[in-house]
């Protein structure tokens, strides 16, 4: 399976600012999604970020907040817009397989002051 | 949405007990996936399962997929300290990459030597 890495690994950022975790895979792949975790809670899927358009995301999350890019088959950023404490989680960015199964990354954990 | 309900929540047991944990849902699906996830870190795959019926196992792990396509189970056998995590079960309701994965609220697996 690919190997994924994200960064950072963990922040504590201010309420109303910004933060952008980006997500690297070792190989192309042209499926990649990314998931919030709240804590101790299960995955929940916010997007899945597509290579040249525009990422499609899932019901009760908007682009506005979570703005998404996929440059290229490797990389895709995700950013968690004016963050409130409620936005304290984990965000995992996964990979897809045509057989369908998803390889995580190891996960980005937020603490929102 | 769809929901798997998975069962049980949380689980204390002895070194070198068997475990055995489940999905159901309402819904059919086509995939089942079983995750682990120690602390810190992203969910890691375990088993994938993509026929009803079909038994597969890693190991100490064993995994089926139910015969009406709406369960899974996990049994892990012999259990070790390291087995302590929390597992997840995930159904993919599409065919390979079409669709996206819908995860159950995990089991919480705690060993004691």
């Known amino acids: 399976s690919a190997v994924i890495s994200q960064k950072p690994s963990r922040d504590i950022c201010q309420r109303g600012t910004s933060l952008t975790i980006q997500c690297q895979v070792d190989s192309q792949v042209t499926m990649m999604f990314w998931y919030r975790q709240q804590p101790g809670q299960s995955l929940t899927l916010i997007a899945t970020?597509?290579?040249?358009?525009?990422?499609?995301?899932e019901s009760g999350f908007v682009i506005d907040k979570f703005p998404i890019s996929r440059p290229n088959l490797t990389f895709s950023t995700l950013t968690v817009s004016n963050m409130s404490p409620e936005d304290s989680s984990i965000y995992l960015c996964?990979?897809?397989?045509?057989?369908?199964?998803?390889?995580f990354g190891p996960g980005t954990r937020l603490t929102v002051l | 949405g769809q929901q798997l309900n998975q069962s049980p929540q949380s689980m204390f047991i002895q070194e070198g007990e068997d475990v055995s944990m489940n999905c159901t849902s309402s819904s059919i699906f086509n995939t089942w996936l079983w995750y682990k996830q120690d602390p810190g870190e992203g969910p890691v795959l375990l088993i994938a399962l993509y026929k009803a019926g079909e038994l597969t196992s890693n190991g100490r792990l064993t995994a089926q997929f139910g015969i009406t396509r709406k369960d899974s189970f996990l049994n892990i056998s012999a259990s070790i300290p390291s087995d302590v995590g929390i597992y997840f079960c995930a159904g993919l309701r599409y065919g390979g990459s079409q669709g996206n994965l819908i995860f159950g609220k995990g089991t919480k697996l705690s060993v004691k030597p």
């Open positions: 970020a597509n290579q040249g358009s525009e990422a499609t995301y």
């Open positions: 996964s990979v897809g397989s045509r057989a369908g199964e998803q390889f």
